[in-house]
């Protein structure tokens, strides 16, 4: 019977049930098995970000809220040492020293977090830093007590240093650790911590709390907290793949990724294969050298992208967006200590978009979010410009200034506020990783400073027109990211690389 019905089969419809039967799955090798998050890497990534990230994020924010506490602090020391005032011209230029000293200091721990994270591996890495927290805590604890602005500066240099470092050493532990599917969400969890370490230390630092004259060492005193919760980091293990990349130990990183995936034969053997095959591929690359990132194709091309992102982090204007926000709520109308809390309510936001970027970035791409929030961006900044500009004559656009405020803070948060410390790490193999992240981190570092210390004279030259300039910047990154910036999500460094030789629209061919 069934002979006879194969007769009357159009030749159409037995080639269409050939290639059905061809593409059925025979296994799980077709089908890449899906990690979860377990609760054994969950709780080693919250470690790791809360004594890392969320240590970044309360250390250079500590100032923040107190600020006029803390330059009354050092009208007092100067005038006790030399019996006259301290005049605003003074104390500008030592609170100038005081703000630069951080991104100097974490330029320089920017280009040792990749020497670290390679020397020490990317656990022990992170957990040798809070020795210079220590140090950064008694010296800022210590400069109340002993009449020096001088143990303040240098604190702030430190707190710049292990900045630096944490800011390349935790990307890569966040990378390496979980599932594929997973890294993207997992990387976001960087920014995440930040953010939330600012807005908590901005709360605490509040008139109401510790923002005053006789409490604020401990304000700055409770950096130790999260240097402590960090040491739980020992109990748990390295990152999988410096294991077996940089250590040359399958067993360890096989003991290491069944541990973070709850024994998960299958993944835990699906992942060793994917190690083995980018090993094998490296194993005909020499181990990367500074000078072949400007040498070679493969790697200076995804350098240079990197380094782009990084600077239009910086660049964009995120500076200027904080350091105008009380006086944006001021002319909204809010008086009293509302315009900090209206400062304070912007940095919730943040958290809160931020988190969206975290749920989203695996599903919708590295990419898209970058560009999606960079033109965003512009138009806020570009809306700032003119809101800020015209509101003395209509005083209703100083709501809408509020209101771009509030956009930028989320178009930033949806992308370009994760995404550089994300993507870095992916656009590059075992190799040269580790040096690929000294370099962006130093160079976002370096675009900190410059805007630090380039900003002040800036908004005194051309105070609200500021953000025109950064709106005509926000294009040229808006381009940036459109043409030579490739999709990440999901893909080996081998597929990554073959975009970046390939003659697409991110780069032409290298023939």
Not at 48 to 69: E, K, L, R
Not at 123 to 152: C, D, H, M
């Amino acid at each position: 019977m069934s002979n006879k019905a194969d007769l009357f089969k159009s030749d159409y419809t037995k080639q269409f049930e050939l290639e059905r039967i061809e593409t059925i799955p025979t296994g799980y090798e077709r089908q890449p098995r899906k990690g979860v998050l377990t609760n054994y890497l969950l709780i080693s990534l919250l470690i790791a970000a809360f004594g890392s990230a969320f240590q970044f994020g309360f250390s250079i924010a500590v100032f923040n809220t107190p600020s006029s506490i803390i330059k009354s602090f050092y009208k007092s020391v100067y005038n006790e040492r030399n019996g006259e005032e301290m005049s605003n011209s003074t104390l500008d230029t030592y609170w100038s020293i005081t703000n630069g000293l951080v991104p100097f200091g974490g330029m320089i721990g920017g280009m040792f977090s990749g020497f670290t994270a390679d020397l020490l591996g990317r656990k022990y890495g992170l957990l040798s830093v809070n020795v210079i927290v220590l140090i950064s805590t008694i010296l800022n604890v210590l400069s109340k007590f002993v009449k020096s602005y001088e143990t303040i500066m240098a604190s702030r240099f430190l707190t710049g240093f292990y900045c630096g470092l944490f800011s390349g050493l935790l990307p890569l532990y966040l990378a390496e650790c979980p599932p594929k599917n997973l890294r993207g969400s997992v990387g976001t969890l960087n920014q995440l911590s930040i953010v939330i370490g600012i807005l908590v230390v901005n709360i605490l630092g509040l008139p109401d709390l510790l923002g005053t004259s006789d409490r604020w060492p401990i304000l700055v005193g409770l950096s130790i907290v999260p240097a402590l919760a960090h040491l739980a980091l020992i109990i748990f293990p390295e990152s999988p793949k410096y294991l077996y990349m940089k250590k040359n130990n399958p067993d360890a990183a096989e003991k290491a990724l069944l541990n973070f995936h709850n024994h998960d034969r299958l993944l835990v053997d699906q992942e060793l294969e994917e190690l083995k095959d980018e090993k094998s591929i490296l194993a005909h690359n020499p181990h990367a050298t500074w000078s072949d990132f400007w040498t070679q194709t493969r790697l200076r091309k995804p350098l240079f992208v990197a380094l782009i992102i990084q600077i239009s982090q910086q660049l964009s204007g995120i500076n200027a967006v904080i350091f105008y926000s009380t006086d944006i709520f001021v002319k909204a109308g809010l008086d009293g200590d509302w315009p900090i809390y209206g400062t304070i309510i912007l940095g919730a936001v943040q958290i809160l978009m931020t988190f969206v970027c975290m749920v989203i970035v695996d599903r919708a791409g590295r990419r898209i979010l970058l560009l999606s929030g960079m033109i965003g961006m512009c138009i806020s900044s570009f809306m700032l410009a003119l809101t800020r500009i015209f509101s003395e004559k209509i005083e209703w656009l100083n709501y809408m200034t509020v209101l771009s405020a509030v956009f930028y803070i989320i178009f930033f948060s949806i992308g370009p506020g994760a995404i550089p410390w994300l993507i870095t790490g992916e656009l590059f193999g075992s190799d040269s990783r580790g040096k690929a992240t000294s370099i962006s981190v130093f160079v976002n570092w370096l675009s900190n400073f410059t805007v630090t210390v380039s900003f002040p004279f800036i908004e005194s030259a051309i105070g609200d027109y500021s953000f025109i300039v950064f709106g005509v910047l926000l294009i040229f990154f808006s381009i940036f990211m459109l043409l030579f910036v490739p999709e990440t999500k999901h893909k080996p460094i081998e597929e990554i690389n073959d975009l970046f030789k390939r003659k697409t629209i991110f780069f032409p061919s290298s023939n």
